[in-house]
């Protein structure tokens, strides 16, 4: 079988974390033919450059800081100049608020958890529009199941998260005669540094709600790799939920 990004050239923001090593881990198997690799803690893509790049793949990384929006073109432009074109953009990057109920909750931390996980997304998807619409593309968002489920003590994040999956409609429609598909997923719990600030034993408690279990960020990134590649071709606007049944009940 023809690997399903063969010849294409890709950037996932947010890739430093569980989740970004596995998207870049399948991409770089789907045979991306550049992949460049942005976070806020830039250092921290080393061991995963390296180990892409010592298999053979071109593998770049960048720092960036998804909350500043030219700082998000200019990486595009860094792609772009460095490949030709920018074919798939993962908009990846999250954040959680700290666990309170809303009352206890500062307008800082609503206000710095809706900057990356919201405000970061529509400047993915405005950088990448900005060069895709001369070639078309795919912008695949990172939402979360809590975009559609609500989650006690996590109202930014769920509120940030609900706004990814309606700024994926939006962006599809916009975009739809340009070529640019742009769809997300809405993943259920896998392990990461993201819940390092939960109370000890809630992600076994958050895992006994998921029917499957909890999730590898393998499930997500075989998700992921489906909306970006055109075996999705006919697919935009979509919020494909991969959350091990969590949503069902
Ligand atoms: N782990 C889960 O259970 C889960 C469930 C649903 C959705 N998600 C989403 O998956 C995505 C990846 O998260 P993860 O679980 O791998 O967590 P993670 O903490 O391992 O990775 C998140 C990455 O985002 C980066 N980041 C944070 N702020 C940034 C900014 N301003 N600019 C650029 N990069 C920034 C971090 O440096 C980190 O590398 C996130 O969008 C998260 O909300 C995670």
Redesign the pocket.
């Known amino acids: 079988m023809t690997p399903r990004l063969m010849g294409k050239t890709a950037l996932v923001?947010?890739?430093?974390?569980?989740?970004?090593a596995a998207i870049a881990t399948a991409f770089a198997a789907e045979g991306v033919r550049g992949l460049l690799l942005?976070?806020?803690?830039p250092d921290?893509l080393r061991p995963l450059r390296d180990r892409l790049a010592g298999a053979g793949h071109t593998v770049v990384t960048a720092a960036?800081?998804?909350?500043d929006g030219e700082a998000f073109d200019e990486v595009v432009a860094d792609a772009v100049q460095r490949w030709g074109r920018l074919d798939v953009l993962v908009n990846?990057?999250?954040?959680?608020p700290p666990n309170a109920r809303l009352h206890n909750l500062s307008t800082e931390a609503w206000s710095s958890c809706l900057a990356?996980?919201l405000t970061?997304t529509f400047h993915g998807i405005r950088a990448a529009a900005r060069v895709m619409r001369e070639h078309g593309g795919a912008v695949v968002n990172?939402?979360?199941?809590?975009a559609v489920t609500a989650w006690p003590h996590a109202g930014p994040?769920g509120a940030a998260?609900a706004g990814v999956v309606h700024l994926t409609k939006v962006a599809a429609l916009e975009y739809a005669k340009e070529r640019i598909r742009v769809n997300c997923v809405c993943?259920?719990?896998?392990?990461?540094?993201?819940?390092d600030g939960l109370p000890a034993g809630a992600l076994e408690s958050i895992a006994s709600r998921h029917p499957l279990g909890l999730g590898r960020?393998e499930d997500?990134a075989a998700a992921i790799v489906h909306l970006a590649s055109e075996e999705s071709r006919w697919t935009t606007g979509h919020a494909l939920i991969v959350d091990g049944g969590y949503s069902l009940p």
């Open positions: 923001a947010g890739a430093g974390g569980a989740l970004g942005a976070d806020l803690a921290g960036l800081d998804v909350t990846n990057a999250g954040v959680v990356v996980n970061g990172t939402a979360s199941v809590s994040y998260k993943p259920g719990a896998f392990p990461s540094a993201i819940h960020p997500v």
